[in-house]
């Protein structure tokens, strides 16, 4: 082919340009052919190298598949092989279980059947002793039989002997049997009483001695008279003001009267009040004091005498809670407890007999096993309706009730409160132990004054309940009104009346009169058969 091109550049010289330039363009034509064919070369050489690829990995993902596959049958064997050995040991289980179970089976059979055998045993000594019994029973019914046939033959012949019929006998005999029990149930009843009065009496004195022994407090002779004393007698005038104003002053702030001209070098302030007589009394000293004596200087005085008071009282209340033992206290009730400290019942202090009071009822709880807590609470809470009863309607109890359980007492503790003088019946020991600490703390000696027309009235008022009983004769009060005699008619009063009769006159005295302590009823029957020998 070159040789030809070649020819046609020598055929051809005067074209020469037109020869190279097909020259050339075969060249171009040339270089695509050996490119294309390159291009196809290396493409089949990359497509056989591509399957050889392909080959070699499909080899080895078969080469893996067959590993994995192996694998996955040793596992199975394995597997295989362990459910085996845990279907054997399940099965070995099973048959131990069932064996055990077997075995247990036949024990329980066997001692069923001991059991049973040991019932029938039994059964049969049963049935031995019943009819054991039923011949003894036979025995037994002839022999009765016989003693009923000798019963009548013996109640015949006594109808026969004594000319009485049974009926009559019997009637005889009951009559006497009644009237010797009544006899001896009378004195039964009459040693009962008065071995437990004795007892009773016995302890009671016993415990109060020992409780009055460990609370000894100073006798109370306090008085409920406010008296100022003055420097002078020109210090009266100066009270009394210019036409009386500051007197006046001062009874209007105080709500007090005072009395100026019957006592020399002295002023006595008289009011149903005892707080209002204190502020009224602190007032007027402290005026005395400065020496400045007109209407709004009292009103400055009365307001800071107030207030001292009203400390006073809120100490005094802490003082008693914390001397009587019970801590805790409401303030409203500790106000309550030391506005006391002002009240006089008979000349003896209120908070004073209610400190008291406190320790008593808790030395007898102790004593007896009662609650020495509400008991205590109790003493020392038992009068504080007495600090308001001009203020509320009412008797103190109940007020001091109301206001304890509005504050927040316990039920025991209102209770005891409210049946300290029998407005409500005692229900419980510590209720009669606050109310027997309250009536030691007021009747011992020295402990209250008594005008003499109530210590008449009283005495007088126990002779005529005594007397109003039919059958009495006579009657003595006695003791200083802490003992009735009462002399009766042996005629119309046989002895079971007469104890009756006692029983009869402390309930109605106990229901009619209010006195401290207690009071004896001795009912005193006398038979005096007189004759003379002639």
């Known amino acids: ?238 009270i009394i003001g210019r036409e009386g104003r500051n007197i006046r002053a001062l009874e209007m702030a105080t709500g007090v009267d005072l009395i100026i001209d019957d006592t020399p070098e002295a002023v006595i302030l008289s009011g149903f009040d005892p707080v209002r007589r204190e502020i009224a009394r602190q007032a007027l000293i402290k005026l005395i004091q400065d020496g400045r004596i007109h209407p709004t200087r009292i009103e400055e005085m009365v307001d800071k005498a107030r207030a001292d008071v009203e400390t006073i009282i809120k100490e005094e209340g802490e003082r008693a809670a914390f001397e009587a033992g019970v801590p805790g206290l409401n303030p409203d009730l500790l106000q309550a407890v030391g506005r006391l400290h002002f009240r006089f019942s008979m000349g003896q202090n209120v908070l004073k007999h209610s400190v008291e009071t406190a320790h008593l009822a808790a030395i007898m709880a102790a004593e007896l096993g009662a609650d020495v807590n509400v008991a205590r609470r109790g003493g020392l809470l038992h009068d504080i309706g007495k600090g308001v009863s001009h203020e509320v309607e009412g008797p103190h109890a109940l007020i001091g009730a109301d206001i304890a359980k509005r504050l927040g007492q316990p039920p025991k503790v209102v209770h005891a409160i409210a049946a300290h003088h029998f407005e409500e019946e005692p229900q419980t020991v510590e209720a009669f132990l606050v109310q027997a600490a309250d009536a030691i703390s007021g009747a011992r000696p020295g402990a209250r004054r008594d005008t003499l027309e109530s210590y008449v009235k009283r005495l007088e008022a126990l002779e005529n309940i005594a007397n109003s009983f039919e059958g009495v004769d006579k009657s003595f009060a006695v003791q200083a009104g802490r003992e009735v005699r009462i002399v009766v008619k042996p005629e119309d009063v046989d002895d079971l ?38």
Do not use: C
């Open 1 to 238: 082919m070159v040789y030809h091109l070649g020819s046609q550049k020598a055929t051809h010289g005067s074209g020469r340009d037109v020869g190279y330039e097909g020259v050339d363009t075969m060249g171009t034509v040339i270089t695509v052919l050996v490119a294309v064919v390159a291009a196809l070369i290396g493409g089949a050489a990359a497509y056989v190298y591509a399957r050889g690829q392909a080959s070699t990995r499909a080899q080895a993902t078969q080469a893996d598949a067959d590993r994995l596959m192996a694998e996955a049958q040793a596992q199975q064997k394995e597997l295989v092989l362990e459910a085996k050995d845990e279907a054997h040991r399940i099965r070995s289980e099973a048959e131990a279980d069932a064996r055990e179970r077997r075995t247990e089976v036949q024990r329980q059979e066997r001692r069923i059947q001991q059991k049973e055998e040991n019932l029938d045993q039994r059964m049969e000594r049963l049935e031995k002793r019943e009819r054991t019994l039923n011949q003894r029973e036979d025995e037994i019914e002839q022999h009765r039989t016989k003693i009923d046939e000798l019963i009548e033959e013996q109640r015949h012949e006594l109808e026969r002997v004594s000319g009485m019929t049974r009926d009559e006998a019997v009637g005889v005999l009951m009559a006497n049997i009644e009237v010797e029990v009544r006899d001896q149930a009378n004195q039964m009843v009459r040693q009962i009483e008065a071995q437990a009065k004795e007892e009773a009496d016995d302890r009671a004195r016993r415990i109060i001695t020992t409780t009055i022994q460990r609370w000894a407090s100073d006798q109370v002779s306090e008085s409920s008279v406010s008296v100022v004393p003055l420097p002078g007698e020109e210090m009266k005038g100066r």
């Open 497 to 534: 009346a007469a104890a009756r009769m006692a029983r009869e006159i402390v309930s109605k005295i106990e229901e009619t009169l209010e006195y401290p302590g207690q009071i004896k009823v001795m009912v005193i029957r006398e038979k005096r058969v007189v004759d003379y020998a002639k």
